[in-house]
């Protein structure tokens, strides 16, 4: 008899268990979530497709974008968050580009934007699809103008980098340079053969070994004056095999 009922309990245990794992399940709404990204623009030129840096052409006195996430088609918002200027487009196309990029933009968007052709920085955020939409230029007003401005930035593709003092026209803003790691190692004389090493076969000049502490030595190439300096270095050592490079702006 006791028997029966462990199994009778038991069994209605599991029934009311079942149940609410079903329930929570089914609370899951299955919303979409949308793209947003912060980070640096890789102004189109046909030298990078004929590089092969990039794997897709296009128009560049159109309004066009080219993403490595998003498919052809989806609609997007590319902003300048130094200006607050806005260009909601569509994905040109989806194509293949060094990560170190956020998008790829033509030389209209950048002009239109009034990006900053050393220093690209934008922010892309897929926007919900409807109907009527219609790739424009946007205005944006004082009172969006002064969200934006208190809004932090949600993602980007550097680390330490130096807080922005507020925007006036009196103060200049801070010039920075950047610092690309290469990798770290446990010995020094790692570091400097490896350092020796790029000299010689890729001519590579602003190499140096850093130490950071008794066991651990940072092969760093830099500084660069500006993004668009840096760009050119970051893109040779992916080429020879270097991935996931970290940038760190001073």
């Known amino acids: 008899m006791k028997l029966i009922r462990i199994i009778s309990t038991f069994l209605c245990l599991f029934g009311l268990y079942s149940c609410a794992e079903y329930s929570v399940k089914n609370n899951q709404k299955n919303e979409k979530l949308y793209y ?34 998003l498919k052809a088609n989806t609609p997007v918002k590319i902003i300048n968050p130094s200006n607050s200027k806005v260009i909601e487009t569509k994905i040109y196309k989806k ?37 009527t939409f219609v790739a424009k230029k946007s205005n944006t007003f004082d009172e969006e103008k002064n969200v934006a401005g208190q809004a932090p930035v949600n993602e980007v593709q550097m680390n330490d980098l130096t807080k922005v ?37 890729n001519n590579f000049d602003n190499l140096v070994v850093k130490k950071i502490n008794n066991k651990k030595y940072r092969l ?4 660069f004056k500006n993004f668009n300096a840096l760009k050119t270095t970051y893109i040779s050592l992916n080429e020879i095999g270097f991935e996931n490079l970290n940038i760190y702006r001073d």
């Open 165 to 201: 003092e507020s925007k006036s026209k009196k103060k200049s803003l801070k010039k920075n340079s950047f610092t690309l790691v290469i990798s770290d190692f446990y010995y020094e004389d790692s570091a400097n053969n490896l350092m020796k090493e790029l000299i010689k076969k």
């Open 220 to 223: 760093l190439a830099g500084p």
């Open 95 to 131: 194509a293949n580009f060094p990560e170190i990029f956020s998008v790829v933009v033509s030389a209209k968007i950048a002009e239109t934007l009034d990006l900053d052709n050393e220093n690209p920085f934008v922010e892309i955020i897929e926007i919900k699809k409807n109907k």
């Open 36 to 69: 947003s990204s912060s980070g640096f623009a890789l102004i189109y030129d046909d030298n990078l497709f004929i590089q092969k840096i990039i794997n897709k052409k296009m128009n560049n006195d159109e309004i066009k974008v080219m993403h490595n996430l």
